[in-house]
């Protein structure tokens, strides 16, 4: 019998966030398009395929508050992102 991995419930949230790169100090912002409790799917600016695999993700400019999270996927402006 094969194990189904059940993703979490999403929620949309269309809230404004910023990710500093691993190591880095500038924020860039960007928009949390929904939220669950494993990850969010954000929304940059630019294009995504520009991410590091692991960035820090705040809901806040103070980006002292935010989470480290590892991108899982990265589609045009849009990436997915679990928190670690």
């Known amino acids: 019998m094969a194990l189904t ?3 979490a419930t999403r929620k949309l949230c269309a ?3 910023w990710i500093t790169l691993d190591g880095g100090f500038a924020a860039r912002p960007c928009l949390v398009e929904d939220i669950s409790h494993s ?9 995504a395929n520009n991410l ?6 705040a809901f806040s400019r103070d980006t002292r508050t935010g989470r480290r999270c590892q ?3 990265r589609r045009g ?3 997915g992102i679990k928190f670690v």
């Not at 990850?39 to 294009?47: E, R």
């Not at 590091?52 to 993700?57: E, I, M």
């Open 52 to 57: 590091p695999g692991v960035v820090h993700l």
């Open 15 to 17: 809230q404004n966030a």
């Open 71 to 73: 991108v899982v996927w």
């Open 39 to 47: 990850g969010v799917k954000i929304t940059l600016d630019q294009d």
């Open 77 to 79: 402006k849009s990436a």
């Open 5 to 7: 991995k059940k993703r």
